[in-house]
């Protein structure tokens, strides 16, 4: 995954980091994300 500035015309790569190694669990919080943002499931 990238993450473009178009401001600066520039791009890079982003680091892999997964859901758990930020704190994040399926239950308390993708479940949620997902609830509420049924688009992104798609």
Known sequence: MYQIDIQKNSI???NIRR???LGF???NHLQ???ADNPK???
């Open 12 to 14: 890079k790569k982003l």
């Open 19 to 21: 859901f758990a190694d």
């Open 25 to 27: 669990r399926e239950r």
């Open 32 to 34: 949620e994300w997902l």
């Open 40 to 42: 992104i499931g798609k």
